[in-house]
């Protein structure tokens, strides 16, 4: 007569979970809430709705500098911050002046303007409203230059135009010469460079966007030398929630980072329940292990 199966140990079972299952469950964490289309409620945090508090407040006319400072390995953090924000300085009838001083950023600007001034604001006249200045070399040295002297380092827009031949260069001297900039980055030279050699000691205001590995290293210059911050995609979506809520015209157009935080939430909730349950195991594990010594 064959001996009776003893029942295995709970702690076992959880600690012996084939890894192929953890990979299915993530997989399907996250294609089901983009399957399904799967949105949370999102509410603007303090941080990130000062950006948007600056931004409403510019007057029309008011000269905003965007710069770009990332590439496509982070464009679906940064690409939906940096589109929400430049439609809501377009909105509020400011000029916009794009550039980036990342090799990797020109595209992202092209995309920015596609995406966001030519679908949105197609009344908008180029070189009176809106201007591409392209990629400036030189790191957080280019950024010192054009606190210095702007159109002694953009002499021509991106497409080689002479940049006396537009409206909206006239009177641009330096950084000191707008109303805020607006520093999107995901790493070095980025946000900390603009604070550092740009904002601060030209005491122009400046909101930023960057990833959510390099939010904690800006949190320092917050709220002194850096009006607000949006960390990762979801200081994105807060964003877009804030824009959404004054500006509705803008839908689905600008909700990316919304859409895009489901499936992220579901994901972190599965991390955190396989942490509860390796923490679980292992608690148990040791409680065996205690009752086996006595």
């Excluded at 002499?155 to 109303?179: L, P, V």
């Excluded at 979801?234 to 499936?263: D, N, V």
Aim: with cysteine; proline share 7%; hydrophobic share 45%.
């Amino acid at each position: 007569m064959p001996a009776p199966r003893t029942r295995e140990p709970l702690h076992c079972t959880l600690a012996r979970i084939d890894r192929r299952v953890i990979f299915a469950a993530m997989t399907l964490a996250v294609a089901l809430p983009m399957l399904f289309h799967l949105e949370f409620p999102v509410h603007p945090s303090p941080i990130v709705t000062r950006i948007f508090e600056k931004i409403e407040s510019l007057p029309p006319g008011a000269r905003v500098l965007f710069s770009f400072d990332y590439g496509p390995s982070t464009a679906p953090e940064n690409q939906p911050m940096a589109e929400a924000a430049l439609r809501h300085a377009l909105a509020r009838g400011c000029r916009v002046y794009l550039m980036t001083i990342w090799a990797t950023g020109p595209p992202q600007v092209v995309r920015a303007i596609d995406n966001a001034v030519k679908t949105d604001f197609v009344d908008r006249v180029y070189g009176r409203d809106y201007i591409c200045l392209g990629f400036k070399a030189g790191d957080q040295g280019a950024i010192n230059a054009l606190a210095a002297d702007f159109k002694g380092m953009f002499t021509t827009d991106a497409n080689g135009a002479d940049i006396e031949s537009f409206e909206m260069m006239r009177g641009i001297e330096s950084t000191k010469s707008f109303d805020l900039i607006v520093a999107i980055g995901a790493g070095l030279p980025g946000v900390k460079e603009w604070i550092q050699f740009a904002a601060d000691p030209g005491n122009v205001p400046i909101v930023a966007g960057t990833t959510a590995v390099e939010a904690p290293l800006l949190y320092p210059y917050y709220p002194r030398q850096l009006i607000g911050l949006m960390g990762g995609l979801q200081g994105a979506a807060e964003y877009e929630a804030a824009l959404l809520a004054k500006y509705p015209q803008f839908g689905e157009r600008s909700a990316r980072a919304i859409r895009m935080m489901g499936p992220q939430t579901v994901a972190h909730l599965l991390i955190l329940a396989l942490v509860v349950i390796g923490n679980v195991a292992f608690v148990l594990e040791r409680r065996a292990q205690k009752r086996a010594t006595r």
